[in-house]
Protein backbone atom coordinates (compact mmCIF):
# COMPACT_ATOMS: atom_id res chain seq x y z
CA UNK A 1 0.00 0.00 0.00
CA UNK A 2 1.71 3.48 -1.02
CA UNK A 3 1.15 6.28 1.92
CA UNK A 4 0.74 9.71 0.49
CA UNK A 5 1.19 12.28 3.36
CA UNK A 6 1.81 15.92 2.85
CA UNK A 7 3.02 17.89 5.44
CA UNK A 8 3.29 21.84 6.33
CA UNK A 9 5.95 23.29 8.70
CA UNK A 10 4.43 26.54 8.81
CA UNK A 11 3.66 27.48 12.14
CA UNK A 12 0.68 29.90 11.10
CA UNK A 13 -1.39 31.28 8.11
CA UNK A 14 0.02 34.53 8.89
CA UNK A 15 3.60 33.23 8.28
CA UNK A 16 2.44 31.45 5.28
CA UNK A 17 0.64 35.03 3.96
CA UNK A 18 3.93 36.92 4.85
CA UNK A 19 5.95 34.41 2.68
CA UNK A 20 3.44 35.12 0.09
CA UNK A 21 3.63 38.48 0.12
CA UNK A 22 7.54 38.89 0.30
CA UNK A 23 7.91 36.46 -2.05
CA UNK A 24 10.16 34.35 -0.53
CA UNK A 25 12.34 37.09 1.39
CA UNK A 26 13.85 36.14 4.59
CA UNK A 27 14.37 39.72 5.92
CA UNK A 28 13.76 39.86 9.32
CA UNK A 29 12.12 36.59 9.87
CA UNK A 30 11.52 34.88 12.99
CA UNK A 31 13.08 31.56 14.46
CA UNK A 32 11.31 28.32 13.52
CA UNK A 33 8.85 26.75 12.01
CA UNK A 34 9.56 28.92 8.31
CA UNK A 35 8.06 32.44 9.95
CA UNK A 36 9.60 34.50 7.40
CA UNK A 37 12.13 32.05 5.85
CA UNK A 38 12.02 30.77 2.21
CA UNK A 39 10.00 28.63 0.81
CA UNK A 40 11.25 24.47 0.08
CA UNK A 41 9.42 21.19 -1.27
CA UNK A 42 11.15 17.82 -0.66
CA UNK A 43 10.12 14.54 -0.98
CA UNK A 44 10.84 11.65 1.16
CA UNK A 45 10.55 8.02 -0.96
CA UNK A 46 10.92 5.22 1.84
CA UNK A 47 11.47 1.73 0.80
CA UNK A 48 9.80 -0.28 3.60
CA UNK A 49 7.55 0.68 6.60
CA UNK A 50 9.57 -0.85 9.67
CA UNK A 51 10.69 1.19 12.57
CA UNK A 52 14.46 1.86 11.95
CA UNK A 53 13.06 3.63 8.32
CA UNK A 54 10.28 5.12 9.97
CA UNK A 55 12.26 6.90 12.58
CA UNK A 56 14.79 8.17 10.03
CA UNK A 57 12.20 9.50 8.38
CA UNK A 58 11.05 10.99 11.70
CA UNK A 59 14.23 12.23 12.35
CA UNK A 60 14.27 14.09 8.74
CA UNK A 61 10.56 15.57 9.37
CA UNK A 62 11.59 16.87 12.37
CA UNK A 63 14.50 18.81 11.45
CA UNK A 64 12.53 20.42 8.74
CA UNK A 65 9.95 21.10 11.21
CA UNK A 66 12.92 23.24 12.91
CA UNK A 67 13.86 24.75 10.28
CA UNK A 68 14.07 28.24 9.34
CA UNK A 69 12.21 27.68 6.22
CA UNK A 70 8.87 26.98 4.97
CA UNK A 71 9.47 23.46 4.15
CA UNK A 72 6.63 21.26 2.26
CA UNK A 73 7.22 17.63 2.54
CA UNK A 74 5.59 15.16 0.64
CA UNK A 75 6.41 11.02 1.44
CA UNK A 76 5.55 8.04 -0.02
CA UNK A 77 6.33 4.22 0.98
CA UNK A 78 7.02 1.71 -1.67
CA UNK A 79 6.69 -1.02 1.03
CA UNK A 80 9.26 -3.42 -0.75
CA UNK A 81 7.34 -3.53 -4.33
CA UNK A 82 9.41 -2.81 -7.31
CA UNK A 83 6.76 -1.25 -9.25
CA UNK A 84 5.51 0.99 -6.86
CA UNK A 85 9.11 2.33 -5.65
CA UNK A 86 9.93 2.48 -9.52
CA UNK A 87 6.76 4.68 -9.94
CA UNK A 88 7.24 7.10 -6.93
CA UNK A 89 11.00 7.91 -8.04
CA UNK A 90 9.48 8.35 -11.61
CA UNK A 91 7.08 11.01 -10.42
CA UNK A 92 9.50 12.63 -8.39
CA UNK A 93 11.86 12.76 -11.20
CA UNK A 94 9.61 14.62 -13.74
CA UNK A 95 8.52 17.28 -10.58
CA UNK A 96 10.09 20.59 -11.08
CA UNK A 97 9.35 21.95 -7.95
CA UNK A 98 10.81 19.82 -6.01
CA UNK A 99 14.25 21.05 -4.22
CA UNK A 100 15.72 17.60 -2.60
CA UNK A 101 14.57 13.96 -3.11
CA UNK A 102 15.11 11.48 -0.21
CA UNK A 103 15.64 8.00 -0.43
CA UNK A 104 15.13 5.68 2.78
CA UNK A 105 17.59 2.28 1.92
CA UNK A 106 19.68 1.71 -0.55
CA UNK A 107 17.14 0.09 -3.17
CA UNK A 108 15.07 3.13 -3.26
CA UNK A 109 18.55 4.86 -3.34
CA UNK A 110 19.41 2.91 -6.69
CA UNK A 111 15.92 3.53 -8.54
CA UNK A 112 16.49 7.16 -7.68
CA UNK A 113 19.60 7.65 -8.68
CA UNK A 114 18.70 6.20 -11.86
CA UNK A 115 15.43 7.81 -12.79
CA UNK A 116 16.41 11.13 -10.93
CA UNK A 117 19.26 13.27 -12.56
CA UNK A 118 18.90 17.18 -11.99
CA UNK A 119 16.90 17.28 -8.25
CA UNK A 120 19.89 17.05 -5.81
CA UNK A 121 18.91 13.17 -3.92
CA UNK A 122 20.35 13.08 -0.38
CA UNK A 123 19.92 9.04 1.04
CA UNK A 124 20.22 7.53 4.10
CA UNK A 125 20.02 4.31 5.21
CA UNK A 126 22.24 3.16 2.73
CA UNK A 127 25.21 0.85 3.90
CA UNK A 128 27.55 0.90 1.11
CA UNK A 129 27.06 3.71 -1.67
CA UNK A 130 30.18 2.48 -3.20
CA UNK A 131 29.30 -0.59 -3.51
CA UNK A 132 25.67 0.14 -4.73
CA UNK A 133 27.39 2.10 -7.39
CA UNK A 134 25.75 5.63 -5.97
CA UNK A 135 29.23 7.30 -5.26
CA UNK A 136 32.33 6.80 -7.22
CA UNK A 137 33.73 6.83 -3.52
CA UNK A 138 33.36 7.60 -0.06
CA UNK A 139 34.94 11.37 -0.91
CA UNK A 140 33.51 12.11 -3.87
CA UNK A 141 29.69 12.67 -4.21
CA UNK A 142 27.85 11.63 -7.58
CA UNK A 143 26.62 14.26 -9.96
CA UNK A 144 23.91 15.35 -7.84
CA UNK A 145 23.81 12.75 -5.37
CA UNK A 146 25.09 12.65 -1.96
CA UNK A 147 23.87 11.60 1.65
CA UNK A 148 24.51 9.83 5.19
CA UNK A 149 25.71 6.03 5.18
CA UNK A 150 24.20 3.96 8.06
CA UNK A 151 27.23 1.26 7.62
CA UNK A 152 27.55 -0.83 11.38
CA UNK A 153 30.80 -2.10 12.82
CA UNK A 154 30.21 -5.36 11.83
CA UNK A 155 33.12 -6.19 14.00
CA UNK A 156 32.37 -4.71 16.78
CA UNK A 157 29.00 -6.19 16.80
CA UNK A 158 30.08 -9.65 16.85
CA UNK A 159 32.37 -8.95 19.67
CA UNK A 160 29.27 -7.82 21.75
CA UNK A 161 27.93 -11.46 21.04
CA UNK A 162 31.44 -12.91 22.37
CA UNK A 163 31.53 -10.56 24.94
CA UNK A 164 27.68 -11.99 26.16
CA UNK A 165 27.99 -15.38 25.26
CA UNK A 166 31.45 -16.43 26.13
CA UNK A 167 31.20 -19.62 24.38
CA UNK A 168 29.84 -19.08 21.12
CA UNK A 169 31.00 -20.78 18.63
CA UNK A 170 28.75 -20.46 15.48
CA UNK A 171 27.30 -17.38 15.12
CA UNK A 172 23.92 -17.48 12.44
CA UNK A 173 23.31 -14.69 9.91
CA UNK A 174 19.84 -14.22 8.00
CA UNK A 175 20.18 -11.89 5.31
CA UNK A 176 18.57 -10.86 2.21
CA UNK A 177 20.56 -11.97 -1.08
CA UNK A 178 18.68 -8.99 -3.04
CA UNK A 179 20.19 -6.22 -1.11
CA UNK A 180 23.86 -5.48 -1.42
CA UNK A 181 23.81 -3.58 1.89
CA UNK A 182 23.33 -6.67 3.40
CA UNK A 183 25.67 -8.75 1.91
CA UNK A 184 28.37 -5.94 2.34
CA UNK A 185 27.77 -6.73 5.93
CA UNK A 186 27.77 -10.68 5.61
CA UNK A 187 31.38 -10.33 3.54
CA UNK A 188 32.79 -7.73 6.28
CA UNK A 189 31.15 -10.92 9.33
CA UNK A 190 33.38 -13.08 7.38
CA UNK A 191 36.39 -11.34 6.80
CA UNK A 192 35.92 -10.43 10.73
CA UNK A 193 34.95 -13.84 11.96
CA UNK A 194 38.50 -15.91 11.31
CA UNK A 195 40.07 -12.72 13.78
CA UNK A 196 37.51 -13.12 16.58
CA UNK A 197 37.56 -17.18 16.35
CA UNK A 198 34.27 -17.78 15.18
CA UNK A 199 32.49 -19.46 12.60
CA UNK A 200 29.75 -17.73 10.69
CA UNK A 201 26.78 -19.69 9.40
CA UNK A 202 24.72 -17.60 6.54
CA UNK A 203 20.74 -17.89 5.31
CA UNK A 204 20.07 -16.73 2.67
CA UNK A 205 16.43 -14.96 1.77
CA UNK A 206 14.95 -13.16 -0.93
CA UNK A 207 11.63 -11.61 0.73
CA UNK A 208 9.60 -11.31 4.16
CA UNK A 209 7.92 -14.50 3.51
CA UNK A 210 10.89 -16.72 3.82
CA UNK A 211 12.46 -15.37 6.55
CA UNK A 212 10.74 -18.08 9.21
CA UNK A 213 11.90 -20.74 6.98
CA UNK A 214 15.42 -19.44 7.08
CA UNK A 215 16.14 -19.50 10.17
CA UNK A 216 14.13 -22.81 10.63
CA UNK A 217 17.34 -24.06 8.39
CA UNK A 218 19.73 -22.80 10.74
CA UNK A 219 22.06 -25.87 12.19
CA UNK A 220 24.07 -26.08 15.78
CA UNK A 221 24.37 -22.43 15.97
CA UNK A 222 25.20 -20.32 19.68
CA UNK A 223 24.11 -17.25 18.02
CA UNK A 224 21.97 -15.03 16.00
CA UNK A 225 23.27 -11.52 14.31
CA UNK A 226 20.58 -9.56 12.51
CA UNK A 227 22.16 -7.25 10.44
CA UNK A 228 20.56 -3.84 8.91
CA UNK A 229 18.37 -5.52 6.18
CA UNK A 230 15.40 -4.25 5.28
CA UNK A 231 13.86 -8.08 4.60
CA UNK A 232 14.77 -9.41 7.79
CA UNK A 233 14.00 -6.87 9.77
CA UNK A 234 10.44 -6.20 8.39
CA UNK A 235 9.84 -10.21 9.46
CA UNK A 236 12.25 -9.68 12.84
CA UNK A 237 9.43 -11.30 15.31
CA UNK A 238 9.99 -14.08 13.10
CA UNK A 239 13.71 -14.06 13.89
CA UNK A 240 12.71 -13.17 18.08
CA UNK A 241 9.98 -15.81 18.25
CA UNK A 242 12.69 -18.75 17.24
CA UNK A 243 15.79 -17.53 19.36
CA UNK A 244 13.29 -17.60 22.24
CA UNK A 245 12.02 -20.95 21.27
CA UNK A 246 15.34 -22.37 20.81
CA UNK A 247 16.78 -20.50 23.78
CA UNK A 248 19.37 -19.20 20.96
CA UNK A 249 20.34 -15.45 21.89
CA UNK A 250 19.08 -12.96 18.69
CA UNK A 251 21.39 -9.72 18.42
CA UNK A 252 20.78 -6.61 16.04
CA UNK A 253 22.81 -4.22 14.49
CA UNK A 254 20.40 -1.68 15.63
CA UNK A 255 18.66 0.01 18.30
CA UNK A 256 15.02 -0.25 17.00
CA UNK A 257 15.35 -3.68 16.34
CA UNK A 258 16.59 -4.60 20.60
CA UNK A 259 13.40 -2.18 21.59
CA UNK A 260 10.86 -4.98 19.12
CA UNK A 261 12.95 -7.98 21.31
CA UNK A 262 16.09 -8.78 20.56
CA UNK A 263 19.44 -8.98 23.02
CA UNK A 264 21.48 -6.47 22.49
CA UNK A 265 23.67 -3.90 19.93
CA UNK A 266 26.35 -1.56 19.46
CA UNK A 267 24.75 -0.24 16.79
CA UNK A 268 22.97 3.27 15.11
CA UNK A 269 20.08 5.16 16.50
CA UNK A 270 18.15 5.65 13.59
CA UNK A 271 16.63 9.15 14.19
CA UNK A 272 19.65 10.53 15.18
CA UNK A 273 20.72 9.23 11.77
CA UNK A 274 17.56 10.65 10.11
CA UNK A 275 18.35 14.22 11.96
CA UNK A 276 22.00 13.95 10.05
CA UNK A 277 20.83 13.37 6.58
CA UNK A 278 18.13 16.31 7.14
CA UNK A 279 20.54 18.84 8.14
CA UNK A 280 22.66 17.90 5.04
CA UNK A 281 19.57 17.99 2.97
CA UNK A 282 18.41 21.04 4.51
CA UNK A 283 22.02 22.64 3.67
CA UNK A 284 22.15 21.49 -0.13
CA UNK A 285 18.25 23.23 -0.27
CA UNK A 286 19.17 26.31 0.60
CA UNK A 287 22.47 26.77 -0.82
CA UNK A 288 24.75 26.55 2.29
CA UNK A 289 26.20 23.80 0.54
CA UNK A 290 26.43 22.23 -3.01
CA UNK A 291 26.27 18.28 -3.52
CA UNK A 292 29.20 18.32 -5.48
CA UNK A 293 31.35 19.84 -2.42
CA UNK A 294 29.41 17.31 0.28
CA UNK A 295 30.92 13.85 0.64
CA UNK A 296 29.62 11.07 1.80
CA UNK A 297 28.94 11.07 5.96
CA UNK A 298 28.96 8.24 8.18
CA UNK A 299 27.39 8.35 11.42
CA UNK A 300 28.10 10.92 14.14
CA UNK A 301 29.62 9.53 16.87
CA UNK A 302 26.31 10.90 18.88
CA UNK A 303 23.95 8.30 16.81
CA UNK A 304 25.96 5.14 18.28
CA UNK A 305 25.07 3.70 21.34
CA UNK A 306 24.86 0.32 23.45
CA UNK A 307 21.51 -0.80 23.93
CA UNK A 308 20.20 -3.83 25.55
CA UNK A 309 16.41 -5.32 26.34
CA UNK A 310 17.17 -7.52 29.31
CA UNK A 311 13.46 -9.18 28.91
CA UNK A 312 14.75 -10.06 25.99
CA UNK A 313 18.07 -11.55 27.29
CA UNK A 314 15.85 -13.54 29.95
CA UNK A 315 13.98 -14.92 27.99
CA UNK A 316 16.56 -16.30 25.44
CA UNK A 317 18.63 -17.48 28.42
CA UNK A 318 22.02 -15.16 28.67
CA UNK A 319 22.59 -12.62 31.25
CA UNK A 320 24.32 -8.94 30.04
CA UNK A 321 27.63 -8.24 32.11
CA UNK A 322 27.74 -5.47 34.12
CA UNK A 323 30.55 -3.60 32.75
CA UNK A 324 28.37 -3.54 29.60
CA UNK A 325 25.13 -2.48 30.65
CA UNK A 326 26.24 0.34 33.08
CA UNK A 327 26.07 2.84 31.10
CA UNK A 328 23.79 1.29 27.87
CA UNK A 329 20.47 2.34 27.07
CA UNK A 330 18.48 -0.20 28.44
CA UNK A 331 14.97 -0.98 27.26
CA UNK A 332 12.51 -3.46 28.70
CA UNK A 333 10.16 -4.11 31.36
CA UNK A 334 13.36 -4.72 33.65
CA UNK A 335 14.60 -0.90 33.22
CA UNK A 336 11.26 0.02 35.05
CA UNK A 337 12.25 -2.20 37.79
CA UNK A 338 15.60 -1.12 38.03
CA UNK A 339 14.59 2.37 38.44
CA UNK A 340 12.04 1.85 41.31
CA UNK A 341 14.52 0.10 42.92
CA UNK A 342 17.17 2.57 42.23
CA UNK A 343 14.51 5.68 43.73
CA UNK A 344 13.64 3.29 47.25
CA UNK A 345 17.77 3.40 48.02
CA UNK A 346 17.72 7.02 47.26
CA UNK A 347 14.98 7.38 49.66
CA UNK A 348 16.56 5.41 52.19
Same mark, same amino acid.
Given at each position: ?6 L ?62 D???? /? ?18 ? #? ?41 D??? %? ?20 ? #??? +??? +? ?15 ? =? ?10 ? =? /? ?15 ? #? ?9 ? %????? =? ?8 S ?14 ? $? ?13 ? +???R ?8 V ?8 D ?26 ? %???? $? ?11 ? /? ?10
Open positions: MNMNTLKTSATAAALGLLLTACGSDEGGAEGNGEGGESYSVAIAQYVAHPSLDATAQGMKDVFEEADAIEVE /EQNAQADQATMNNIVGTYGS #DDNLDAVLPIATPVAIAAATSITETPIIFSAVTDPVDAGLVPWET %PGENITGVSDMNPVEDQLQLIL #DVV +EDA +EVIGIPYSSAESNSVVQ =VDAANEAADALG =V /EIQEVAVTNTSEVAQGV #DSFSDIDAIYV %PTDNT =VVSGLETVIYGVDNQIPVFAAESD $SVERGTVGTYGLNYY +EHGQAGEMALSMTGEAEVATPTALADDAAMEYTFNLDAAEQMGVEI %PEDL $SADANIVGEDEAA /EEGDADEETSE
